[in-house]
C-alpha cells in the first residue's frame, strides 16, 4: 500500500514538473521571441484587440503562436513561417477557447488567462509541487529513524 502511495506522489510530481518546465520553456521563447509576431489582421478583426500572445512553439522554419483578446473572451492559435530573417503570417489554426461557447479546448502547456488565473496557479500549483517533493522526503526520513 505504501509502495502504491508513493509511486502515485511520483506520477503527480513528474507530471507538475513537466508542467512547470513547458511553462518556463513558454515564457522563455515568448521574452525571447514574442516581439518578431504582429498580431495577425484576421484574428483582429474576427476577435478584437489582443491583450497577449505566447510563444508556443518555434523551429527554424515556423512558429506557432497563441493569442488572447484583450477582454479574455477568446483564444487562437496561428501559425508564422520564416523567410530569411521575417516572420510572415501563414494562417489562423484554430479558437481554442471562447466565452460564448464556440470553441472549448485548451492548449498545452495549460495556461491561465488572466492575472488572475496565474495568481490562482501560483496559489494551488507551487504549493502542490512543493508538498510532491517534501513528502517522499519526510516519508523516507521516517523510514530511516523507524529502522533504528
Given amino acids: ?14 507530471f507538475m514538473m513537466f508542467w512547470i518546465v ?17 498580431y495577425p489582421e484576421n ?6 484587440e489582443m ?4 510563444v508556443l512553439e518555434l523551429t527554424d522554419a515556423n512558429a506557432r503562436i497563441y493569442y488572447v483578446s ?4 477568446v483564444g487562437n492559435t496561428a501559425t508564422f513561417i520564416c523567410r530569411g530573417d ?5 494562417r489562423w489554426e ?5 466565452t460564448t461557447g464556440s470553441a472549448d479546448d485548451f492548449v498545452w502547456p495549460y495556461w491561465y488567462h488572466s492575472a488572475s488565473g496565474w495568481a490562482l ?18 516519508v523516507g526520513r521516517r523510514r530511516k529513524v523507524d529502522e533504528t
Fill in 121 to 138: 496557479f501560483a496559489v494551488i500549483g507551487f504549493p502542490i509541487l512543493i508538498v510532491s517533493i517534501l513528502i517522499p522526503l519526510l
Fill in 70 to 73: 484583450g477582454s479574455h473572451n
Fill in 86 to 90: 521575417n516572420w510572415e503570417y501563414e
Fill in 1 to 14: 500500500m505504501k509502495r502504491l502511495k508513493y509511486i502515485q506522489l511520483l506520477l503527480v510530481m513528474f
Fill in 94 to 98: 484554430r479558437t481554442i477557447w471562447s
Fill in 51 to 54: 491583450d497577449f500572445a505566447k
Fill in 43 to 48: 484574428i483582429s478583426s474576427m476577435c478584437g
Fill in 22 to 38: 513547458s511553462l518556463i520553456k513558454l515564457e522563455f521563447l515568448t521574452w525571447q521571441h514574442g516581439a518578431k509576431f504582429p
